[in-house]
């Protein structure tokens, strides 16, 4: 699997209700995603988000 082909790739990822607890170092990588949807889940700090990044979802979380 070719990392740099699949960080290009991507433009849009939901990852709704799979318990996440974070957001992992490598998504700052993703120099094309746009859309990310990480509602439901148990991530505590927003962090680690790529610059292209347009719209965020975040609902049901555990941010303080």
């Known amino acids: 699997c070719n990392t740099i082909y699949l960080n290009n790739f991507f433009h849009s990822l ?3 209700k799979k318990k996440l607890t974070f957001i992992d170092h490598n998504m700052r990588e993703m ?3 746009k ?3 990480l509602t439901g ?3 505590t700090m927003i962090e680690n988000l790529p610059a292209s ?3 965020l979802y975040l ?3 555990f941010i303080t």
Do not use: G
């Open 53 to 55: 990044l347009e719209e």
């Open 59 to 61: 609902a049901s979380n």
């Open 41 to 43: 889940n148990k991530i």
């Open 14 to 16: 939901m990852f709704t």
């Open 35 to 37: 859309f990310l949807d």
């Open 31 to 33: 120099q094309n995603l």
